[in-house]
């Protein structure tokens, strides 16, 4: 089953040029899309690729049209954000194939008497659901997972096989969690008593809002004392470490890998790369991106992009490199304690040329 151009592009708008007859049956990438696909071009050095694509429409951007449209015989619609228009187009026929979960809760299932789940909630085998948890209209709770005490979670929000979410958390609506996330752990919190560690009981929540994504084996910890809060439009990718009391902005996203210690604050509409890393009780603006493998280590209180990684060489050429900064310290005493020297001879130089 497919969709008609003319269809998408009523639905998803841009400007149709082409037959809005044609159907086609999915999407696929530039190299791979054959004549019942449709493909994008989102980045402009591909423009090469696109003219070759077999794909029965391409999306581009005003820019890219009239450059691909030379070589590519086929419809093109043309749009501000192809990459967004895709990301919509892939929604609409994800649900053509979607299967439906029926509602009910299964047999194996594991639920509280107290807890209250809408009757249009799917649970499948192996759940726990404790005392007092609520769950929404819509909900899809996957095998294996558990549900703490007096945790709610929002309508329409999928949790994958085997995801944890402890007491008194909450999600918003239409969230995803995949599989393996804990949510609602302990934060790392102890106490140096005389060279033991004391335990600093964690009685926070984990609050998250709307239309979050959470990947697999995420884990996020509950506050201290006050709450984790994830603002609306999150997306944590897989394996990321989110530590206690800190709070994400809106839409800030963040790749695989990523660590952020307790207590740090992270603004709206942020961006962060793989495996890259913000210190504890720091404060990040809005729309800050950091690059891959970053150690952010103070505040950044200034929109922009920031990049903290010493760039990749040869390893024999890095050890040199590392010496060199070893050395600095050293080298700047020299440098300060040169050019004493020559303040110093040339002050005598000028006593001697006055008398």
């Not at 929604?91 to 639920?111: C, D, K, M, N, Y």
């Not at 902005?249 to 207590?263: F, N, R």
Request: glycine share 12%; net charge negative; hydrophobic share 45%.
């Amino acid at each position: 089953m497919g969709l008609r151009l003319g269809e998408l592009v009523e639905r998803l708008g841009g400007q149709l040029i082409g037959d809005p007859n044609t159907q086609v049956l999915g999407i696929a990438p530039l190299t791979d899309a054959g004549v019942s696909h449709i493909s994008f071009l989102s980045n402009s050095k591909f423009r090469a690729q696109a003219g070759q694509s077999r794909a029965a429409a391409l999306i581009v951007s005003p820019n890219d049209d009239a450059l691909v449209a030379q070589t590519y015989p086929g419809a093109r619609i043309v749009t501000n954000n192809p990459y967004a228009w895709f990301a919509h187009a892939a929604q609409l026929f994800e649900a053509l194939t979607a299967i439906v979960p029926a509602a009910g809760i299964h047999p194996s299932a594991v639920v509280d008497a107290t807890a209250v789940v809408d009757a249009s909630a799917h649970v499948g085998a192996n759940v726990t659901i404790e005392a007092g948890a609520r769950i929404g209209p819509g909900v899809v709770i996957d095998a294996g997972c558990y549900i703490g005490r007096d945790a709610v979670i929002g309508e329409k929000t999928h949790f994958f096989a085997n995801v944890t979410f402890h007491a008194r958390c909450i999600i918003g609506a239409r969230g995803i969690v995949h599989s393996g996330a804990v949510i609602g752990t302990d934060g790392f919190g102890f106490a140096n008593e005389g060279g033991v560690y004391v335990r600093i009981p964690q009685t926070g929540r984990v609050v998250i809002g709307d239309d979050v994504d959470i990947g697999a084996s995420t884990t996020i910890d509950r506050g201290a004392l006050a709450d984790t809060i994830i603002e609306d439009g999150v997306k944590l990718d897989n394996q990321i470490q989110i530590g206690h009391n800190c709070h994400i902005g809106a839409h800030t996203a963040m790749a695989g890998c990523v660590g952020v210690a307790g207590s740090a604050r992270i603004g709206k509409y942020c961006t962060f790369g793989g495996a890259a890393m913000v210190l504890g009780h720091l404060t990040i603006v809005d729309r800050v991106h950091v690059s891959s493998a970053s150690m952010v280590s103070r505040s950044i209180l200034e929109p922009g992009q920031y990049t903290g990684f010493y760039p990749l060489a040869k390893n024999s050429e890095w050890e040199k490199s590392a010496a060199i900064v070893r050395n600095l310290s050293t080298m700047r005493e020299k440098i300060r304690a040169l050019e004493k020297t020559i303040k110093t001879i040339t002050s005598q130089d000028e006593k001697h040329d006055e008398s």
